[in-house]
């Protein structure tokens, strides 16, 4: 595969786009917001074309992601490949838990994040395959279980190491 898009980050700034997935890891793990927050400027914009969050600050991050973490338990998120470009960077991630209704979830998504010079998060967009969550809970989540996000699957349809450099090529 010719991944030019990859080979273009500079290794100081793909080791700050490591570092800010592995501080969203770590509060997903720990449901802890401040560490959430802190990965993104203030006035961030969040895309989570899935759940359709559309935020525009830090507060509406940390209030969107309270009250994800307060339904939530359990959550792990792997980082299964990355791309990066400069400021920008692609993952492909695995993402677990449970929803204190009981379902649990396994889900396959993509993000795609635009960096500051500090290592900050300015622009997100995050998607994963609502296919593979369960019906419980897709339906406690308030979202519709038979719907797969068509773009997402596409993605990720290709196997690890080329669906990330096309990620990267869709945004």
């Known amino acids: 595969m010719n991944n030019t898009w ?11 786009q490591i570092a800010a997935f592995q501080r969203q890891r770590d509060a997903c793990a720990h449901h802890d917001l401040d560490a959430m927050v802190s990965v993104y400027t203030e006035g ?5 074309k899935t759940l359709r969050w559309d935020l525009h600050s830090r507060d509406e991050v940390r209030d969107q992601f309270g009250v994800f973490f307060a339904a ?4 792990g998120l792997i980082l299964l490949d990355s791309v ?14 449970t929803l204190h209704s009981g379902p649990r979830f396994d889900v396959f998504g993509a993000s795609q994040s635009t960096f500051t010079p500090d290592g900050r998060i300015s622009h997100e967009i995050a998607v994963w ?5 369960p019906d419980r809970a897709a339906q406690d989540l308030g979202l519709n279980p038979a719907t797969a996000y068509t773009p997402f699957t596409a993605w990720a349809a290709n196997g690890r190491g080329t669906a990330a450099a096309r990620l990267a ?3």
């Not at 961030?44 to 989570?48: G, I, Q, R």
């Not at 990066?84 to 838990?97: K, N, S, V």
């Open 72 to 75: 939530t338990s359990e959550l």
């Open 84 to 97: 990066h470009e400069a400021d920008r960077a692609a993952f492909l991630w695995r993402f677990t838990g």
């Open 44 to 48: 961030v914009h969040y895309e989570e």
């Open 6 to 16: 990859a080979a273009r980050a500079e290794p100081a700034s793909r080791a700050a």
């Open 169 to 171: 090529k869709r945004f």
């Open 129 to 133: 395959n609502l296919a593979e969550l």
